[in-house]
């Protein structure tokens, strides 16, 4: 067997695994004693060796790293608050806020340019109803001037007065029934994800008129830039602000609160700044 082949048969895995160092230092006990080739007596060989091995074997203890308390998140007062139930000046400084942190790769400028004017806001202060379920159809019409249109058969395919927007399918459906009393003079209009594909939708929308729509901010975005959504008559969008079961509304969910901001932005401030529709926070 060659030389080489037993170095590698005295190194095993093992040895790595323990961080196990090969040292042809002989190693001698306080009772023994070492022999040079000479057969001369090292007294001294004994302690001195030990100390050489201990030496080499011994780590320098590893210092522990710190760890950085982690930075607390400032706390934002409109985090908490019914943003339903405040008055037009605090929703319009809400509005601001959550638009900044759903879009923040915009400048000041593009965020002025998309900015939801306060002089279009619908004064709920004057809305003497809860804002549940129940009280929608008031609402809805509490905010469309000249309501008593919605009582009548619509003529205009794909053009409505009213869409509600909110945070997610199962919340749609739960509006839609809530806005039943309307059903009468025109169907109501479901556009949202998951239920329906945008090509039932779309089929939807080019044979029935309607009064109202509910549904998500990203398929209404698909609808409008795909022109099977018209805005032209569009009187009152109505935004749900109600708290989901981690108490997140629409404003505060991550995957919602961006694309709503940019359908707002493109779509609807334009028409809020030529005072032709107002947004309700419901």
Excluded: C, W
């Excluded at 994800?193 to 309607?210: C, M, P, T, Y």
């Amino acid at each position: 067997m060659s030389e080489v082949e037993n170095k590698k048969i005295a190194t095993s895995a093992d040895d790595f695994e323990d961080d196990y160092q090969e040292d042809n230092t002989l190693v001698y006990s306080d009772n023994e004693i070492a022999h040079s080739n000479n057969d001369d007596i090292d007294e001294e060989a004994p302690s001195t060796m030990k100390r050489k091995l201990d030496t080499s074997s011994e780590e320098a203890p590893k210092k522990k790293k710190k760890k950085q308390p982690k930075k607390k998140r400032a706390e934002n007062p409109f985090d908490k608050i019914d943003i339903s139930k405040e008055n037009v000046q605090v929703q319009a400084e809400y509005l601001e806020d959550r638009q900044k942190i759903a879009l923040p790769n915009l400048s000041a400028v593009e965020l002025e340019e998309q900015a939801l004017p306060i002089s279009n806001l619908v004064d709920n202060e004057k809305f003497k109803e809860e804002h549940v379920l129940d009280s929608l159809s008031k609402y809805i019409k509490f905010g469309v001037a000249g309501h008593k249109k919605l009582g009548k058969k619509p003529s205009q395919l794909a053009s409505p007065v009213v869409l509600v927007i909110t945070h997610s399918a199962i919340r749609s459906v739960n509006l839609v029934r809530a806005l039943k009393e309307f059903n009468s003079t025109a169907k109501i209009a479901k556009l949202f994800a998951k239920h329906f594909k945008i090509e039932e939708q779309i089929r939807f929308l080019e044979q029935d008129a309607i009064h109202i729509g509910v549904g998500t901010p990203n398929r209404l975005s698909a609808l409008v830039e795909q022109e099977h959504l018209k805005l032209d008559n569009l009187e009152l969008v109505v935004i749900d602000t109600e708290r989901n079961a981690k108490s997140f509304n629409i404003f505060d969910i991550q995957e919602v609160r961006g694309e709503l901001f940019k359908f707002l932005g493109q779509f609807i401030s334009p028409l809020m700044k030529n005072g032709k529709t107002k947004v309700g926070l419901f």
